[in-house]
């Protein structure tokens, strides 16, 4: 009796991208756009959520909305599907949610009244004028 085995061929799924890759996607798909004021920040150690953060500016509700469907566009090339996308109905406020990296793109008078920046650099430098404490300033 002879038996033929039959190969069952499954595709696994690709890895996930790189984190430096899924930035340098989000970064090319807000150029793409052309988004104001865009800012990366590393919160690496300071939240377990993400490791960067991105934060840009549209000029309207429309553009807001545009660039957040460029960045969703541009990560799925890298088969990154987002984990959620939310405000864009309204779009003053669209927050992309890629895993590793989360986008922020708002409104210039949103994005100025929440203050983004600030609150995830806190700490990282010294404020305009000052300077940070030495030891021989402190043995004083």
């Known amino acids: 009796m002879t038996s033929t085995a039959q190969v069952i061929k499954t595709r ?7 984190v430096d890759a899924l930035l340098e996607s989000v970064k090319d798909a807000v150029a793409e756009l ?9 919160v690496r150690g300071r939240t377990s959520v993400c490791d960067y953060m991105v934060i840009a500016s549209g000029t309207s509700t429309r553009h807001v909305k545009a660039i957040a469907d460029e960045v969703v566009r541009f990560a799925k090339k890298l088969d990154c599907q987002p984990l959620g996308v939310e405000g864009e109905r309204e779009a003053e406020w669209v927050l992309v949610d890629l895993g590793d990296v989360v986008v922020h793109v708002m409104l210039p008078r949103v994005r100025e009244f929440y203050a983004l920046e600030r609150l995830w650099t806190v700490g990282d430098e010294p404020p305009a004028g000052q ?7 402190e043995r004083r």
């Open 12 to 18: 696994l799924p690709n890895p996930p991208p790189s």
């Open 34 to 42: 052309k988004a104001n004021d865009v800012v990366e920040i590393d």
């Open 131 to 137: 300077e940070l404490e030495t030891d021989a300033d």
